[in-house]
C-alpha cells in the first residue's frame, strides 16, 4: 500500500473484556482480501526490546523469525495503523488490544491521517469469561477476578457509546454458532465483500501479537507442517481441548462442566445481574 493510499485505510478495533474470542474474531476478518489481523496491537511496543518476555514481544506463530514483526519498526511520531498497512499491504487493520486508552489513541490519529476507524464491541457471557480466567490464574481472587471483568465491561461500554463512528455489538456466542450469517454481517458493516473463505481461518497465514493460545494453535496446524514448529504453546490446562479441537469454528462450553459450584454461586451473587444481558443458555 502507498503513503497516499492512507485515506482508503479502514481500522477495525476491538473492545471488550479478555477471553471473549478476540482472537478468533481477529482470524477470521484476517481472511478478508486486504486485511491484516495485527493481534494485539498494543504488545508492538514491545517488538526488539529485550527487556520484555520473548512471548510479548514476537509473533505468537512464527517467533522471532516472523516475516511480518521481525522488520517492523514504529516511528512514533505518526499514526501506527498506517505504518502497518505500507509495511504488510493492507487496507484494513484489525487490531483487538481492547484497551480504551489504545483505542481512543489509535482512532483519533487514523482519522487524523485521513483513515476510517471502525469498533466492534465483543461480548461473551461472564461466566465462560471467568471460567476462562480461573482456568489460567486458579491462584487469583476469584471475587477480583469478576469485579475485573465487570470493569472491563463497563469501560468497553462507555468508550463504545462515546464512539465517533462506525460501530458493532457482537455476541462470540452468535459468531461460534452462526459463523457465515456473523460473517456476512461484519462484511456489512466494514463495507466489504463476504468471502467464505475467512471462516476457515486456520487456512490463512496468521502472525498475531498476544492473543489466546488455544485458537493460534489450531491455526498453526494449518499454517505449518508441524504444529510443534510454531512458537505458541498449550499448557496442560489447555492441551486436551485444543488437541482434540476440530479445523473449525464450535462454540466453547467448557465452563458449563468446568466451573464450580461454588465459583458459580459466587458469581450469581456478584455478578448475576450484570450478567443477565451477557447470558448464554443455562
Given at each position: 500500500?502507498?503513503?497516499?493510499?492512507?485515506?482508503?485505510?479502514?481500522?477495525?478495533?476491538?473492545?471488550?473484556?479478555?477471553?471473549?474470542?478476540?482472537?478468533?474474531?481477529?482470524?477470521?476478518?484476517?481472511?478478508?482480501?486486504?486485511?491484516?489481523?495485527?493481534?494485539?496491537?498494543?504488545?508492538?511496543?514491545?517488538?526488539?526490546?529485550?527487556?520484555?518476555?520473548?512471548?510479548?514481544?514476537?509473533?505468537?506463530?512464527?517467533?522471532?523469525?516472523?516475516?511480518?514483526?521481525?522488520?517492523?519498526?514504529?516511528?512514533?511520531?505518526?499514526?501506527?495503523?498506517?505504518?502497518?498497512?505500507?509495511?504488510?499491504?493492507?487496507?484494513?487493520?484489525?487490531?483487538?488490544?481492547?484497551?480504551?486508552?489504545?483505542?481512543?489513541?489509535?482512532?483519533?490519529?487514523?482519522?487524523?491521517?485521513?483513515?476510517?476507524?471502525?469498533?466492534?464491541?465483543?461480548?461473551?457471557?461472564?461466566?465462560?469469561?471467568?471460567?476462562?480466567?480461573?482456568?489460567?490464574?486458579?491462584?487469583?481472587?476469584?471475587?477480583?477476578?469478576?469485579?475485573?471483568?465487570?470493569?472491563?465491561?463497563?469501560?468497553?461500554?462507555?468508550?463504545?457509546?462515546?464512539?465517533?463512528g462506525p460501530k458493532l455489538r457482537?455476541?462470540?456466542?452468535?459468531?461460534?454458532?452462526?459463523?457465515?450469517?456473523?460473517?456476512?454481517?461484519?462484511?456489512?458493516?466494514?463495507?466489504?465483500?463476504?468471502?467464505?473463505?475467512?471462516?476457515?481461518?486456520?487456512?490463512?497465514?496468521?502472525?498475531?501479537?498476544?492473543?489466546?493460545?488455544?485458537?493460534?494453535?489450531?491455526?498453526?496446524?494449518?499454517?505449518?507442517?508441524?504444529?510443534?514448529?510454531?512458537?505458541?504453546?498449550?499448557?496442560?490446562?489447555?492441551?486436551?481441548?485444543?488437541?482434540?479441537?476440530?479445523?473449525?469454528?464450535?462454540?466453547?462450553?467448557r465452563w458449563k462442566r468446568e466451573?464450580?459450584?461454588?465459583?458459580?454461586?459466587?458469581?450469581?451473587?456478584?455478578?448475576?445481574?450484570?450478567?443477565?444481558?451477557?447470558?448464554?443458555?443455562?
Amino acid at each position: 500500500m502507498d503513503m497516499h493510499d492512507e485515506t482508503r485505510l479502514k481500522g477495525v478495533m476491538i473492545c471488550g473484556a479478555g477471553h471473549s474470542g478476540s482472537t478468533l474474531l481477529g482470524m477470521i476478518l484476517n481472511g478478508l482480501p486486504g486485511a491484516f489481523y495485527v493481534g494485539e496491537g498494543g504488545k508492538i511496543r514491545y517488538l526488539h526490546d529485550e527487556k520484555k518476555p520473548l512471548r510479548k514481544r514476537v509473533c505468537k506463530i512464527c517467533g522471532e523469525a516472523c516475516e511480518v514483526w521481525s522488520r517492523f519498526h514504529w516511528d512514533r511520531s505518526r499514526a501506527l495503523y498506517p505504518q502497518i498497512a505500507v509495511h504488510t499491504g493492507a487496507s484494513v487493520i484489525v487490531d483487538s488490544t481492547k484497551d480504551p486508552a489504545w483505542i481512543t489513541e489509535r482512532a483519533g490519529e487514523l482519522s487524523d491521517a485521513g483513515g476510517q476507524p471502525y469498533l466492534i464491541f465483543l461480548t461473551r457471557d461472564g461466566r465462560a469469561v471467568i471460567n476462562s480466567r480461573l482456568r489460567k490464574y486458579p491462584d487469583r481472587d476469584p471475587a477480583g477476578q469478576i469485579e475485573d471483568w465487570m470493569s472491563q465491561i463497563s469501560r468497553s461500554e462507555a468508550l463504545f457509546e462515546g464512539f465517533d463512528g462506525p460501530k458493532l455489538r457482537l455476541r462470540y456466542e452468535e459468531l461460534a454458532t452462526e459463523p457465515q450469517a456473523t460473517a456476512r454481517a461484519l462484511c456489512a458493516f466494514l463495507g466489504l465483500p463476504f468471502d467464505a473463505a475467512m471462516l476457515r481461518f486456520h487456512e490463512t497465514p496468521q502472525h498475531p501479537l498476544g492473543g489466546n493460545s488455544g485458537t493460534q494453535y489450531v491455526a498453526a496446524r494449518g499454517q505449518l507442517k508441524d504444529p510443534e514448529d510454531a512458537f505458541v504453546t498449550l499448557t496442560d490446562r489447555t492441551r486436551g481441548y485444543y488437541e482434540k479441537h476440530p479445523d473449525a469454528i464450535r462454540l466453547d462450553l467448557r465452563w458449563k462442566r468446568e466451573l464450580s459450584d461454588a465459583h458459580a454461586a459466587l458469581f450469581e451473587t456478584v455478578a448475576g445481574d450484570f450478567n443477565q444481558p451477557l447470558k448464554w443458555g443455562e
